[in-house]
């Protein structure tokens, strides 16, 4: 066989090993609770409620009463890779918080918001009930909870859609509970965690802030950019 031939069929090979996944893989999700398994946690802001609109019009927030959620694990709905582990927004009362986003194929993105500290890191693959992180209320929140979405990527868009059926349930609606089925998987990575609880400290508040990074004056990215090179260095 001439070189070109077998250079072709190798080509041929990858490009079935890569694309492969969206003509063969699965369409469908397996989603679980994004919280150990018999814990039952309750909605508060369910489908189009409170503040969730646009993209966010399917996001749940997940939460126990009281603080008892506050600094409890967070987990993978779904096997991925995260390709978002960091702070949202430079204030960190502003928008998401502390958050996590991992992608599961075929479009698929889960979002994990408002966390207290990440135990994963970027690029990275997690399984499905890997603790990605910690439940707290940072960024745009107004006490503990965890904010979750589902959605699906279109070019750089992402659109919101119902994150069902997710451990066996459908409909996720304010004031009811739920119960997991998500099976803990320990992370080894805990040294991230404490280098984003450090961060956490670092960064003071810039006051008169609103929206997400696009919308920053060219002063905030300035400050922002000054204190992600305090992060990287801490990180190092
Ligand atoms: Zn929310």
């Avoid at 997710?166 to 992370?187: E, H, Q």
Wanted: net charge positive; glycine share 10%; aromatic share 14%.
């Amino acid at each position: 066989m001439k070189i070109w031939k077998v250079g072709l069929l190798l080509f041929l090979l990858l490009f079935l090993i890569k694309e492969g996944n969206f003509v063969f893989g699965k369409e469908n999700l397996n989603l679980k609770l994004p919280f150990p398994a018999n814990e039952k946690w309750t909605i508060t802001w369910g489908y189009g409620d409170g503040d969730h609109v646009g993209k966010d019009k399917y996001a749940l927030d997940f939460n126990l009463p009281g603080k008892q959620d506050l600094g409890k694990s967070i987990l993978a709905a779904e096997s991925g890779t995260v390709i978002f582990a960091d702070w949202s927004h430079p204030n960190p009362r502003k928008s998401y918080g502390l958050r996590v986003d991992i992608d599961h194929g075929n479009g698929f993105i889960t979002r994990y918001a408002h966390l207290k500290s990440i135990s994963v890191k970027k690029g990275e693959k997690v399984y499905q009930g890997q603790e990605i992180g910690k439940c707290d209320d940072t960024g745009h929140s107004f006490g503990s909870h965890l904010h979750f979405a589902l959605y699906k990527k279109e070019g750089n868009k992402y659109i919101g859609v119902k994150p069902e059926p997710m451990s066996g349930y459908t409909n996720f609606v304010t004031g009811k509970w739920y119960i997991s089925d998500n099976w803990l998987k320990r992370n080894p990575h805990s040294f991230v965690e404490k280098v984003k609880e450090k961060a956490k400290k670092i960064v003071s508040v810039p006051e008169g802030l609103v929206g997400e990074e696009e919308n920053l004056s060219f002063w905030d990215k300035l400050k922002f950019s000054a204190k992600s090179t305090i992060w990287n260095l801490k990180e190092l």
